[in-house]
């Protein structure tokens, strides 16, 4: 049974900082993994989707790295804003048909101005 | 694009009552998920359709819980009777075929449930 890890619970930092949150994951043979924002209240927001066969993806300031061999992922924020403030979450998606997202529990940020 | 729609959007109900959420997905989108989200956790899969068909109800805590999605479309998920600690936030997401596709699913702004 998969099972995902986020380390920190929690994350403060100062306006500017570059950070790395990071992800890790049992089972190494997974179709992809993601990683989602959520704010309070709202429902989840994509972020991005790393292939099993990719080792990174890019997306303006953000960029997660993925390590299927040691059952890793990092997501990189750089320079960061008070707007990125929110709660981060990874989910390994399972390479069988059923393609199910197994979830960790969340590394909650916040960017002080 | 119309993004997954649910409703209620807030829900405050008393133990042993029961409560209904519904969700609407992207249209097109033949996989719908309903995931439970209790605070300070990630989401936790309750049940996946495909169509009409039910893929995976593993997690469903059947006793309680029911869930249909009646015409391939629309979905609603049951509690009967609810407790305490069905308090949580209900995701709704839906995602293109299974065999299609990044794997890529679209969340709706969920059902927060307090259950008294």
């Known amino acids: 049974k998969q099972e995902v890890t986020q380390i920190p619970a929690a994350l403060s930092v100062p306006e500017g900082e570059n950070l790395v949150l990071n992800c890790s994951f049992t089972d190494s043979a997974i179709y992809n993994l993601q990683w989602f924002r959520q704010d309070p209240g709202k429902g989840l927001t994509s972020l991005l989707l790393i292939q099993s066969s990719q080792r990174e993806q890019t997306s303006g300031r953000l960029n997660a790295s993925l390590d299927k061999s040691s059952g890793r992922s990092t997501l990189y924020i750089a320079a960061s804003q008070p707007g990125d403030s929110a709660t981060y979450l990874c989910a390994a998606c399972s390479s069988g048909s059923a393609r199910q997202l197994t979830f960790g529990s969340g590394t909650q940020l916040t960017v002080l101005p | 694009e119309a993004g997954v729609a649910q409703s209620p959007r807030y829900k405050i109900i008393e133990k042993r009552q029961s409560v209904a959420f519904w969700c609407n997905p992207i249209?097109?989108?033949?996989?719908l998920y309903w995931y439970q989200q209790i605070l300070g956790q990630g989401p936790k899969l309750l049940i996946q359709f495909q169509n009409n068909g039910v893929v995976d109800d593993s997690q469903l805590p059947k006793d309680r819980f029911s869930a249909e999605r009646l015409k391939g479309v629309d979905s609603t998920l049951k509690i009967q009777p609810a407790k305490l600690e069905d308090s949580a936030v209900y995701l709704c997401?839906?995602?293109?075929?299974?065999?299609?596709?990044?794997?890529?699913?679209?969340f709706g702004p969920g059902t927060r449930l307090t259950v008294t």
């Open positions: 997401a839906s995602s293109l075929e299974l065999a299609s596709g990044k794997g890529e699913q679209y």
């Open positions: 249209s097109g989108h033949a996989t």
